[in-house]
């Protein structure tokens, strides 16, 4: 610890007077961000703000009990009110301000640990899609049984996941049961069935707040096994004519229990009674910290679905903060910088949000990206997905090389790092630098509408010395993805009625 202070106190001498011009008093507990300055061809990346966020993570120390991070009005901390137009709204935050979180040593350690974690989530949502297209259903992998005598160990296995840290990077706070009480949940918008930790613990990983006991709930109930909800299960059995479910992740992560209904309460005190959730008694390998996952995808069983939400919406603060921001409902993008994407739909899964991407831009001018290589073909292969879970952008191996290519050519007056870094091959030594000015990087969506990224969305640390890195990847397998680090400090809104995906920037 005396190490980090030294160096944060060097630090902050350092760039103290480049700080001071970004400046924003206010009484407000609004989330600050730092813009970029814009112009068609370059944005400025503010280097030493972003280092100085690498050290406040590290030494970040959260708070020693669990809070309902809402205020007294039940809109969560961090949240600019003007937006609260939803009729629910729950809070969002990093995952590092969980408590008890992993401490790491330094910035280097921390992103290693979330980029592992990535990984794990791309090899994820590949095998999911796999077997989903080749008709291969989870209940190979891990047997159920369709009898009325059933156990909750017939839909368990002993596979356990090896990323034992889990996979979330964002947690949403929702209050469930009668009385409610608070349990931090993962967001996940690739993924369908809600479900938390639940006592008796056959086998349960360790969370922040206490597990959720059934038997202290009066709202709690189980689903019978002829009940529409447990027949929209991809593997389902039953026990005493009561619903058992089980959901794996693909990496050996899985989750197995009781379906039930409960009841679930948005910004302190909006209550929906009767939602479809899980009761887990054996979880192993997925989301150390949190009490569960908050399914937000597709398909009948996700949250926006049982709630027959016309649209819903997040925003992803910088992970390196210690801000918040809010998941809402019903909510409907603003501002005139909204830019909108076709919602594609895969004839094959219904749980991933497709979008219609044409191509990428750099430096104002288009990428010579064949667009074949982001399309959604009609056996459901390929395709762009918008997942809240994954946290670097992957692109198909020949897009991403020729974007990377792009912004290379360029960068050429820019240092150069001396090696690569870890899935990153294209690195920079900014490290006398407290700004620079980089090429724009976009996304181009169907119809010529174009999402222009800050830089900090895709120049981000990876060390606390001033190396950067282009944080795009490569990948060889379907489908190519939109990851959180480009979502960052933009409300992302889907307009399930109207089958597009808006992102706004800066709507924190």
Known sequence: MKQISSHLFFFLSLVSSTLLLFAHPS??????????TTTTTHVTLNVSHSLLNTFKVVSFQPSSEPQLLQDEEGVGRGFDKGWAT????ISIQPRHTLYPAPRHENYASLLSARLARDASRVRSISLRLAMKLSNTTHSLLYPSSSSEVASTDSL?????SGVSQGSGEYFSRLSIGN???PYFMVLDSGSDVTWLQCQPCSDCYSQTDPIYDPSSSSSYSSLSCNAPQCGSLEVSACRSGSCLYQVSYGDGS??????????????????VDGVAIGCGHDNEGLFTGS????????????????LNSRSFSYCLVNRDSSDSSTLDFESKPVGANSVFAPLLKSSKVDTFYYVGLQGMNVGGSEVSIPPSLFQLDDSGNGGVIVDSGTAITRLQTQAYQSLRDAFASLTGNLKRATSSISLFDTCYDFSSLSTVRVPTVSFRFEGGREWALPAENYLIPVDSQGTFCFAFAPTSSSPSIIGNVQQQGTRVTYDLSNSRVGFTPGQC
């Open 27 to 36: 009484s407000s507990s609004r989330t600050t961000f730092i813009p970029s």
């Open 86 to 89: 939803s009729s629910l709204s």
């Open 156 to 160: 368990s296995s002993p596979v356990v």
């Open 179 to 181: 009385p409610p009480r």
């Open 254 to 271: 899985f989750t197995v229990g009781d379906f039930v209904k409960e009841s679930l309460t948005f910004d302190g005190s909006r209550k």
């Open 291 to 306: 009490a569960g996952l908050l399914g937000l995808g597709g398909g009948s069983l996700s949250l926006p679905a049982q």
